[in-house]
């Protein structure tokens, strides 16, 4: 039994405050549980989720490719921010850089990447790297060995098979018409949503009200490239139709997303390199159950240089409430 005069309890109050604060404090200050980066593999294989809080070893990327990175936290107080941000500018993201998950395309240079996750939670900032090497390898395009322009009908394409633009190199970094501004009239976020082939899908959200009444984004080869590179070359692939995963989200008055979809085209006729060819679709209603769309490929097109392999086009008339839907899964396939 403990005697304690007055001052003796007011200083073992103290004494306790000061400790349950501690306590609380590193009950709700943030763990980081694991970090992991999973490089995009070929169309037919698996991809592997390299777990980076375990090994020193830097993850290998070829020039272009893209890589999946994730943090997982266990977290509990106050709010949580998280950033993503490439040291020296080396790379960029096509994905939201304050999410938990974002999507990193490595830099056509070759050599070591530093790719930084800042954290802010509790009055505390963490920070972790995620080291790559971008190994020297060929950039994307040069992955598909041209066929002859005109391949006997007999014979079967070298490359014949399905293409995944976004495995091939394809961003959407082509921002046209009013999202070129600074207001964000259509904006895109990584979301834990998936197409019905298994695959990870982005969020588009669009808002009316830019001073050209529309606006369009596309899949360009290699970074915002309107023509300052050349396309890819897909000859010889039997390839006809070009096929996409899209979900519409009803608005407030239960109208659904009206867009229009494009292939190639979108090159400054100023620029070097040239679109090889450009097909346009009819402005539909999308459904908001996932549904797959397609753009059908004349069998006299030319796909020897793609710059902009898909364009979603929105206009403020069509969807005066704005729009916001999902897609994944852009393929250039056999058509059957």
Known sequence: MFLLHKEGHFAAAVLMSAW??????????PRIDRVTITPAA???????RIDVTTTSTPAILEPGQQAELAVDITQKGS???VQWYAADDKGHFVRSTDSL????VAPNETGPVEVVCQIIANGETMTINVPIVVSNQPFPEASVTPSPATPSPHSTPQNAGPYDIDKGGFIPCGWMGDAEGPEKYLQVDDV???TPTGSLASKWSFRPGGKNGWLAVGWQFGKCNFGDSRGADLRGRGLRRISVWVKGVPDSEQRLPVMQFKAGGNADPTKKYKASFSITGEFITVSNQ??????DIPPDEDL???????????RSKHNPNGATFYVGDIIYDLGH
Request: charged share 15%; proline share 2%; net charge negative.
């Open 290 to 295: 996932w549904q797959q769309y397609h753009l």
């Open 304 to 314: 020897s240089s793609i710059v902009s392999a898909f364009t979603i086009v929105l």
């Open 42 to 48: 070929p169309s037919g294989q698996k991809a592997e």
């Open 101 to 104: 998950t974002t999507t990193f």
């Open 192 to 194: 834990n949503d998936r």
């Open 79 to 81: 709010d949580l921010k």
């Open 20 to 29: 349950l604060f501690i306590v609380s404090s590193c009950n709700d200050a």
